[in-house]
């Protein structure tokens, strides 16, 4: 494989990227694109105070408390805030963008994005983006250089979208160290309820049957801790993707909820032989089977 | 803190230890000990052929298919096997132990070890531990040294146990680098129940789940992917326990469905500002209170 330029294209000398929100997301990527020196002129804005005073630490020019003050220079606009307010931003910024901007965002749901921007006359300069990356910790502090590093982001846009915006979009991702991969909004979402926002409720659900017993987190191995690790993750964030998948994630708990039934039924009937054969498919499922599409021959 | 020392109490010169079973937990224990270059002797034995050559490796001697042609010369005789075989052993080894042989285990439920060995007539000179340590991977291969370091082990023992016995055992995991907490065998039980065979059944549901709505184990993100690890885990390790468990599991898992029921409802009639306050709860719950009682003031 070459080495993808480290300039984003249509930028003859440094480029401008402004970065929306400068929690978890944005406060890594603010610090992945500082850590490159390239001269990428780095511009951020968040309401809050705190995350704002942490981004100023290292960015070294003042933080924005109003996005607006810092899109308009920008070639590249990333939208790193949680979902309700960058549908609700998107058409307040469009008019103050330049023509030629590109934006892009970090949303762990992609349609009700693509809704907004399709609204605001932006579809043809926009491509969303989903990293699989993330963490429990929460604001600029829980972020980190290295958060997006090998991991897989998802990519989509509208079919109207400009060749060089898909181009600029893919490129910022790859040169943080991310494998991005094309998708359809609708595919991704519907992946998103299951892959992301179940294991998300499933760790908050254990965390609550688990303190309600009693147990306390220090009490937990290795093993536990990975299970509720999730369970300090943002609510903020996570109701904000809710709003627009809660009938289907509420169908997706009843399921988990009848799997827990049956592992029950077959515990209280001693039937220990169909558990462990249970648990060998999970094992089965986790190790090998199921690569994606892509990677399949 | 003053340096435990390196040598295994009433050994004057270097002691021999016999690790049973050398899985993931026996194949950590056999590196952590060989490592040490204290003089220790360690030896080994399985069952499984594969582990056998694995752990030949790292011994330098050979391991015993059967574990009673290395117990006979042993000061301390550590059964790393799943809990079935450990039970079905101490009887058959009991009189093959020298008189002065200190017992301990890595059993994840303590009760059944100890009735096993009371019934021996070997309740004097046993310790049951359990190293609050594991991983998905299984055999020799999946263990290493560093499993056991700064890891908490419960330690329990008949009301009859012998100092030295006691003082042997809890040395024994300190030099590991573990932090031993003495409990009683009936509270560890049921706090395993809740801590760790809950969530170790929680995310075979879930994987289990994602596996029947099409999802693959590559399409996970970081938090999905920690909350399906144990989904790897050995079944014949946990049917064992299971075994032990299983009618209080079953209303574990029962109160946990309910949880996820609780969480459906709420989506579904809307109510996301409750389930963010769950989630906030959660968060609560996991990074800050509910220290053991050891640990607090």
Chains 1, 2 share one sequence.
Not at 115 to 142: C, I, T, W
Request: charged share 25%.
């Amino acid at each position: 494989m070459s080495e993808p330029p480290s300039r984003l294209p249509g930028s003859s000398s440094g480029s401008t990227i402004a970065v929306i929100g400068l929690g978890l997301m944005g406060g890594s990527l603010v610090r992945a694109l500082i850590s490159r020196e390239d001269g990428t002129r780095v511009l951020g804005a968040t309401p809050d105070p705190r995350d704002r005073a942490a981004a100023e630490r290292v960015l070294r020019v003042p933080a924005a408390p109003d996005a607006r003050d810092v899109i308009a220079d920008a070639d590249l606009v990333v939208y790193a805030a949680p979902l309700a307010p960058i549908v609700e931003m998107v058409p307040v910024h469009a008019p103050l963008l330049r023509d030629d901007a590109v934006v892009t965002d970090v949303a762990g749901l992609k349609r009700p994005i693509l809704h907004a921007v399709q609204r605001a006359g932006l579809s043809s300069r926009y491509v969303g983006a989903h990293p699989m990356a993330g963490g429990e910790r929460s604001g600029f502090d829980g972020g980190h250089e290295d958060l997006f590093r090998d991991a897989l982001v998802w990519l989509c846009a509208d079919r109207g979208v400009e060749p060089h915006a898909a181009q600029t979009v893919e490129l910022f991702w790859s040169n943080l160290g991310c494998r991005p991969e094309w998708t359809d909004p609708e595919s991704h979402d519907r992946l998103m309820e299951r892959v992301s926002q179940l294991p998300q409720l499933t760790a908050n659900a254990l965390a609550l049957a688990l303190e309600d017993c009693g147990a306390r987190a220090s009490d937990l191995g290795p093993g536990g801790r990975d299970m509720t690790r999730l369970a300090e993750s943002s609510p903020e964030v996570w109701r904000d993707l809710f709003a627009h998948t809660a009938p289907e994630l509420a169908g997706l708990l009843r399921d988990l909820g009848g799997r827990l039934e049956e592992l029950a039924v077959r515990l209280e009937s001693g039937e220990l032989g169909a558990v462990a054969e249970l648990m060998a498919r999970t094992g089965r499922w986790r190790v090998g089977r199921g690569k994606r599409a892509s990677e399949t021959e």
